[in-house]
């Protein structure tokens, strides 16, 4: 009899479990699979509202967006099943429009997720956790877990937005850029499209918006664009962007985005046309005048101006917010001023220009470019922070030809001037006459175990140089016949005769040398870390005989 108790106790229990297993295993199928391989979801939302006023009694509940779509979707249900509208616009929060006191934000989420899934489960469908399953939401180790590709608008992508003939011109114009751009007018307290006028859609939509800018920069794209994408999708468009959280955050969809971002630069040559914003093609970058002088007087104590060729940056940066990482509506100078101001972070301006670990001055995002191969067997043993030579820095600030003051001139000079500086930079390389480039040269200073290394001096300095010619950055700062050498005859007068690397570098037997390494160690460092950084297979760091055969014995 006792065992017979304990028989029927066990087979209660087991059958119990096997009814949550069923459960779980049901609302794991509900949910759908993670995309790709693993336990990686790119639609994993972590519903954690009430967080953000106090501290949680339960784990936040997973959430597997583009799921519930899929399931919704099956159902004959879109958006609105779950977010209500508010003046025309979605809201991306579930079944309202503003957070309420936690106890508000509780009963939403329990009255509106479980009375769907009980709903489905009396219809015979397939569902999710019901009443008293707190556990199954609840997850303090989800199976789950979150894995986004970072969606992000590049230039490519943004021409494809607004030279579409899907999205519709702005009322009177021949561009559509007011369906994304708009701006808040305090006077009628409505948002407004100004052409000519926009801005980066991060300016305003920051981390932790502030003043008028309600949204912030996740929610601002997901309202703006996910919403687009919807309206085009529900009008029949022959073509429409994501509507699912793995269209834009799948590691895969993203990958595709991009090669057909690549695919359409290829098309077009590798150069998309131009924004219509009435950019300027060329601006004379000028010291500031002193705020006290009443005329345009000459500013004395100040470099030369900087023709800025702005039409040529267009095409090798990702977006204005490359160098207008603030605003668009102010020049570099407005906010980063000689001695620093609160509004540009007393970042002064010498530094916002020249700092060379940053992306967005100019010497930085020049440092950048030198990370490709073609530049980066001269540049990556070069110092970073030391200005070549005196060379350097006429070649961005140039003197004009005449007599002009550009302090003292319109605009619309400056801007001719640029031009005429711009014009006569030059457009390849210089170089020295082949018959002063030595063809070869005989690297014999350390001959023991290896014979004479002969390098192909003149090929190398030939390569480079072809290597250059497409590049309008290399050509303008290759702009004297010595600069191609400076790399390996560093530190010593640019000569067409430069001294010997034995001059600085002495034999290993030498005493300390000051932080300079010695003879050998120059030469490997020097040749191995070019081949490194320009990619070359062929010779290897390994491979010494390929430079200098072994001598044999006896």
């Known amino acids: 009899m006792a065992n017979g108790k304990k028989l029927l106790r066990l087979s209660s229990i087991l059958i119990v479990l096997a009814g949550v297993l069923g459960f779980h295993l049901e609302a794991m199928s509900m949910v759908g699979t993670p995309q790709g391989e693993g336990k990686q979801r790119p639609d994993l939302i972590m519903i954690d509202a009430i967080a953000a006023q106090q501290k949680l009694e ?7 967006h583009d799921a519930h779509t899929k399931a919704a979707a099956e159902q004959g249900k879109d958006c609105t099943a779950c977010h209500q509208k508010n003046k025309d616009v979605t809201s991306l929060k579930f079944m309202r429009v503003e957070d309420g006191t936690p ?3 509780k009963e939403i989420y329990h009255n509106g997720c479980i009375s769907c899934h009980a709903k489905d489960a009396a219809a015979g469908k397939k569902t999710g956790p019901q009443v008293g399953e707190c556990r199954s939401c609840h997850q303090a180790d989800p199976e789950y877990k979150a894995e986004r590709a970072t969606a992000s608008m ?4 943004h021409f494809r937005h607004w030279d579409s003939k899907i999205i519709e011109n702005d009322k009177g114009q021949e561009t559509n850029c007011g369906s994304c751009h708009h701006e808040y007018d305090k006077a009628t307290q409505k948002l407004v499209y100004v052409k000519g006028q926009e801005e980066n859609c991060g300016i305003c939509h920051t981390a932790k918006p502030e003043g008028d800018v309600k949204k912030d920069t996740s929610e601002a794209f997901h309202s703006q664009c996910v919403t687009c994408h919807l309206d085009l999708a529900a009008a029949k468009a022959k073509k429409f962007g994501p509507v699912q959280c793995a269209g834009c955050h799948g590691l895969a969809e993203a990958a595709d985005i991009k090669a057909d971002d690549a695919q359409l630069l290829k098309k077009m040559g590798g150069i998309l046309p131009r924004l219509p ?3 300027p093609d060329a601006v004379l970058l000028t010291a500031p005048a002193p705020k006290d002088s009443t005329a345009k007087t000459e500013v004395k104590g100040k470099m030369s101006p900087v023709a800025f060729n702005h039409k040529a940056h267009e095409n090798v940066t990702e977006s204005c917010g490359s160098c207008h990482h603030q ?18 972070g007393f970042i002064t301006l010498d530094q916002a220009m020249h700092n060379p670990d940053s992306p967005q001055s100019c010497v930085g995002c020049h440092a950048i470019k030198q990370k490709d191969p073609n530049c980066a067997g001269c540049h990556e043993l070069m110092p970073k922070k030391v200005i070549q030579s005196e060379t350097t820095c006429v070649v961005c600030h140039e003197a004009p030809k005449d007599d002009t003051n550009p302090a003292a001139l319109d605009a619309s000079a400056k801007a001719e001037l640029a031009k005429d500086l711009i014009i006569e930079r030059p457009t390849s ?4 006459e082949t018959a002063d480039i030595p063809e070869f040269v005989t690297i014999n200073a350390l001959e023991n175990e290896y014979k004479e290394s002969k ?3 003149r090929k190398i300095i030939f390569t480079l140089v072809e290597n250059m010619k497409s590049n309008s950055l290399a050509n303008t700062f290759h702009s004297t016949p010595l600069t191609v050498c400076a790399s390996c005859h560093h530190n010593s007068p640019a000569s067409k005769t430069p001294p010997s690397c034995a001059s600085c570098h002495a034999n290993a037997a030498a005493k300390e040398q000051g932080g300079r390494p010695a003879l050998k160690a120059a030469y490997h460092g020097q040749c191995m870390t070019c081949h490194e950084s320009m990619e070359l297979k062929k010779p290897a760091s390994t491979d010494c005989s390929s430079c200098h055969e072994p001598k044999k014995n006896g």
Do not use: I, N, Y
């Open 327 to 344: 605003t668009l509506k102010k020049s570099c100078s407005e906010c980063h001023t000689d001695q620093g101001s609160k509004d540009g």
């Open 103 to 105: 106890e508000k934000l």
């Open 154 to 157: 590049d230039k490519t992508l």
């Open 58 to 64: 339960l784990p936040a509940v997973v959430f597997l």
């Open 455 to 457: 390098l192909p001096h």
């Open 429 to 432: 390389p210089a170089m020295l």
């Open 277 to 279: 914003r009435k950019q």
